[in-house]
């Protein structure tokens, strides 16, 4: 049984299809004609909804607790996106944590494709919840994809300042006695899915341990001894890092940003660079293009907006403001990267 009820906009019974086999071609006609009525009388047509849109608010559901970095990033945007829309509405974070972000996510999945619900959505993580939950309560695939927040981010490995691990040859040999202890949150974070992918291949065996909130709860555990290491946003270890309460041993990007770090290239693992965290929005299926549009315009014209670039950099966010509607490709990449390792994620 799923965890969440079934929808049932859409999905025609066996009643409801032999009710329509049993119709006359003058009672279809006449049905038609009054559904054609009914439209023109109520200006549901696609072009009339994106020339009225909006018109009332729009709720941002969030899949995670409040006060992580995808639920500061979405109430960051959100003044600058309610200025870009054509009309003036609010727009309304509303956090729904309840199953690790799965009913986050299967609120989005069921709402009407109307553009009065869009949702934040990190990947791959939710591939990884999406199966764990039977892949019932929601398909990421057939949900509409907007504008991502701002580019993908890479990550890095993380000990406390005295540990005795200072390489990633360290973490193989440590791996060779027992499973190397990792801090993070639940299979539905994304540094869940990293650990996994990464350990795989770096030929380390991880242990898992969860429970933490956020990236900066499970941060704050690795300092204390309660793991090993952890995996995090570059973005996210720099203020760690400045204040000297956490060491990197190594990063996944391409070329390192932490002077002396190894990265990704240096490592000979090139692959590890592929791992990212995409914070994506996202709205139901069957969202009409023009609606589809004027989000996606607000999107993206938010996180250009000077205001929010600016609190990014005081923040020491990775900001790097991403095109109008690249939500489809980022998930076309994002598919074939989940579809690699989609065995491995799911036994984790």
Not at 52 to 65: C, L
Not at 214 to 225: E, N
Request: aromatic share 6%; glycine share 10%.
């Amino acid at each position: 049984m799923p965890p969440f009820p079934e929808g049932t906009a859409g999905r025609d019974d066996d009643r409801g299809r032999n009710a329509m086999n049993r119709l006359s071609r003058r009672d279809f006609v006449a049905l038609s004609g009054a559904a054609g009525l009914t439209l023109a009388a109520s200006g549901c047509s696609r072009g009339v909804q994106g020339e009225g849109f909006p018109q009332q608010d729009i709720t941002f559901i969030i899949p995670n607790n409040p006060g992580g970095n995808f639920d500061t990033f979405v109430r960051a945007i959100v003044p600058a996106m309610e200025r870009n829309l054509p009309n003036q509405v609010n727009i309304i974070p509303l956090n729904v944590a309840a199953g690790g972000g799965g009913k986050g996510l299967a609120d989005l999945y069921r709402s009407q494709p109307d553009g009065y619900t869009i949702g934040a959505v990190n990947i791959p993580g939710a591939f990884t919840l999406q199966e764990t939950m039977g892949g019932n309560a929601f398909e990421l695939r057939e949900m509409t994809w907007l504008t991502t927040l701002a580019q993908g981010e890479t990550y890095a490995i993380a000990v406390r300042p005295d540990s005795p691990l200072h390489t990633v040859d360290d973490l193989r040999a440590l791996s060779q006695q027992r499973p190397v202890k990792f801090a993070s949150t639940g299979p539905e974070g994304t540094s869940y899915s990293a650990i996994l992918v990464s350990s795989q291949i770096m030929g380390v065996t991880p242990q898992i341990i969860t429970g933490y909130s956020g990236s900066a709860d499970y941060i704050v555990a690795t300092m204390r001894g309660d793991s090993d290491c952890c995996l995090a946003t570059v973005s996210t270890l720099r203020s760690f890092i400045e204040g000297g309460t956490i060491r990197v041993i190594a990063t996944f990007e391409p070329q390192s940003t932490i002077p002396g770090i190894p990265d990704a290239t240096s490592l000979g693992l090139p692959e590890l660079s592929q791992i990212t965290v995409e914070r994506m929005v996202a709205a139901p299926p069957g969202l009409p293009d023009d609606i589809k549009a004027i989000l996606n315009n607000a999107i993206a014209a938010a996180v250009a907006d000077p205001e929010v670039v600016e609190w990014a950099r005081n923040a020491g966010h990775h900001w790097l403001p991403q095109p109008a509607g690249n939500g489809e490709a980022v998930m076309t990449v994002q598919s074939a990267f989940f579809d690699k390792w989609k065995s491995l994620l799911i036994a984790g």
